[in-house]
């Protein structure tokens, strides 16, 4: 039997307990009636972009495309959004960067803004336009707090790594974008570039062998056709493409020699960035071993449930399938 010992008891039984009063307009209802279009349609966004996983992929970009966006600042939103969810959430970064391809090649609404001297904005130009001002501002941030802690000679480092962090994750989101084709080569040349030319070795060798291990062949095979190029029409000037690969990967060399100081993990970075490009950019030691690309695991889980579908149907046609023996 229920122990109803913590149940107060009045006259001949229990005390039932009490009901929850439903109140005649909803809460939720109040809160949507008091949203703007561009909140509700960003609300939405949200919701599809929290569910998206590589099994709902087609259904929920589809869902995306179709809902609703008709003005610039929901687009500069969605394009933010799914910016900011690439680098909270390191374990959907791939399908995220996914996302951000096939809507560049295959979805283009397109808005003048009047914020931007009134160019039109595509999906492209505003998730450029956020991918810059969030390297400018990240890299702004992390000097300050970098600074910050020195004069006051803190212990604790939480922010300026929380900061790093986010900033090696933008790194690596372009860095997918232009192994995708894009984001052109001046963008990473340029990101490269401030990399490069700043103080902190420690803290930008990382992000510069992250960016070379992506662009660091396509900077190769662009230099060898302007070799080739100079040497038929030798009275052109160079191209400012040609001493790119030079430059970034005379700097880390020089890293190894004057900063004997210089984390192993990072040493062996750089070594291993440098083997690979002696190596023609071919890594024999994964050269059996291939990653799934995100199509291809979009396949593999369509293909899965339609066997998981086919194989019920097969078990429910047997269980109704009737007896023989009992004719």
């Known amino acids: 039997m229920a122990d109803n010992s913590a149940v107060p008891v009045v006259g001949d039984g229990p005390v039932p307990p009490p009901c929850l009063m439903k109140a005649e307009v909803s809460w939720m209802s109040t809160v949507r009636g008091n949203l703007s279009y561009e909140e509700r349609i960003l609300r939405r966004v949200r919701g599809i972009l929290n569910k998206l996983t590589v099994k709902k992929y087609k259904r929920l970009r589809n869902q995306l495309m179709d809902s609703g966006i008709t003005t610039v600042h929901i687009l500069q939103g969605v394009a933010s959004m799914i910016f900011d969810k690439a680098l909270a959430e390191p374990m959907f970064f791939f399908l995220y960067t996914f996302l951000c391809s096939e809507l560049l090649c295959g979805w283009q609404p397109s808005f003048h803004s009047d914020e931007h001297m009134g160019i ?43 900061g790093w962090r986010r900033n090696l994750g933008f790194i690596k989101f372009m860095c997918e974008l232009s192994k995708q084709e894009n984001v ?66 005379g700097w880390l060399r020089g890293i190894l020699t004057t900063h004997p100081q210089l984390e192993t993990r990072l040493k062996f970075m750089i070594h291993d960035l440098l ?53």
């Not at 450029?128 to 600074?147: D, G, P, S, Y």
């Not at 992506?214 to 191209?239: A, C, H, Q, V, W």
């Open 275 to 327: 083997v690979l490009r002696a190596n023609n950019w071919v890594d024999p030691r994964h050269v059996k071993v291939k990653d799934k690309t995100i199509p291809e695991l979009i396949r593999a889980s369509e293909t899965e449930v339609l066997s998981r579908r086919n194989r019920r149907a097969v078990q429910f046609r047997s269980k109704n399938r009737p007896d023989p023996r009992r004719w």
């Open 184 to 249: 052109s080569l001046k963008i990473t040349h340029f990101i490269v570039l401030q990399l490069v030319e700043e103080n902190d070795v420690k803290r930008n060798a990382e992000a510069v062998c992250l960016l070379l291990n992506t662009i660091g062949k396509k900077l190769d095979e662009l230099r060898t056709k302007l070799s080739l190029k100079m040497k038929d029409f030798p009275k052109e000037s160079s191209n400012e493409y040609h001493g790119w690969p030079e430059t970034y990967f």
């Open 120 to 162: 039109e904005m595509t999906f492209k130009r505003a998730l450029l336009i956020k991918c810059q001002e969030a390297f400018e501002r990240e890299n702004v941030m992390v000097v300050l707090v970098e600074q910050i802690r020195q004069q006051i000679m803190i212990g604790s480092t939480s922010n300026h790594v929380l």
